[in-house]
């Protein structure tokens, strides 16, 4: 088995203790609160991983892109995904239905007239139905319909459609308004005799407040397997409980205060969102990274009492793993210094 020491950087590694724990943890927190686990599988775009969340007990997978769900559906991952994107063209319903032939359930949300009619007559021509959930923004300012009226109006009208099946709800990530939103919104569709199996939410820092939306029948999370430096800052998650690590070394010390790693923004990617610079660096927590360039990363050392020499390796969290999975070919999951296993990242970069 290869050593760690020997993994040329940048390198992108998975602590599989910790990713093992992060899979067990999160599937016995939906088990313990009776809701179903729907892993987003766009943190890792890796089959093998979708399958390991199966095991633990997930009832299905999310995908955001058809791509996604093409490539798990060959590999066999999972017969119920939910697709959480607005499919939209007749090059993508096309590919849907294709899928929709393919497993037992696939589901698929949108928000507007548009997207509800091209899937129907999509639909009508494969002679398939589709399951819809309506997107609903309760409070995050991206896709959804704006009110609880609204949703109720937009999933009446498509049930209208041919071969539409209605199936629930879903928003991104749960907020605070979320449940007043799905509350009104569930009066509504009772009012109306209209049956709602599904009410899903998503997001990992939502899993800290689960119990306060009682009317969630899942939740999707993605960034819970990894975790990263955004988990860490809105305290969904530790240090010790972030998987992935970049793997760098330094190969400029031009000033007292500052190292040059091999990694930039090609690996660690730009995404900021709320945290301050750009990755945690393990081996010296006071460090920070202000500022990446594509295949530099500029390390701070002011803070730190130890400082790295040129050639010393470091392993840095980065801000958003998700969007690092998309970066790499491969990543290494690792395991007492030992590079336990290779994974290919069979979905990265199918953006379609
Ligand atoms: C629609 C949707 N559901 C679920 C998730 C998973 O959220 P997180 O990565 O915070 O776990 C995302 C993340 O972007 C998402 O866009």
Redesign the pocket.
Known sequence: MTSVRDLDSPAVTIDLDIMEANIKRLQEQMNHLGIANRP?I??HKIPALGKLQMQAGAVGI?C?KLGEVEVFADAGVADDVLL?FNILGWPKTERLMALTRRLKRLAVVFDNEVVARGLSEAARKAGVDVRFLIECDTGFGRNGVQTPEAAFDLARLAMKLPNMVFEGLMT??NKEPTAGFFTRALELFKGAGINVPVVSG????ATMTLKDFPMLTEH?????LYNDAMMVHSKAATWAQCAMRVRATVVSRPTDNRAILDAGTKVLTSDQYYVQGFGHVIEYPEATVPGLSEEHGTIDLTQCKEKPAVGDVVHVVPNHC?VVSNMVDQVYGVRGGKVETTWKVAARGLVT
Do not use: I, L, M, V
């Not at 998503?202 to 820092?205: D, F, S």
């Not at 999707?220 to 819970?224: D, I, K």
């Open positions: 987003h766009k943190t999310t955001q959480t991104f990530p998503g997001g990992t820092p999707r999370a993605g960034t819970y998700c």
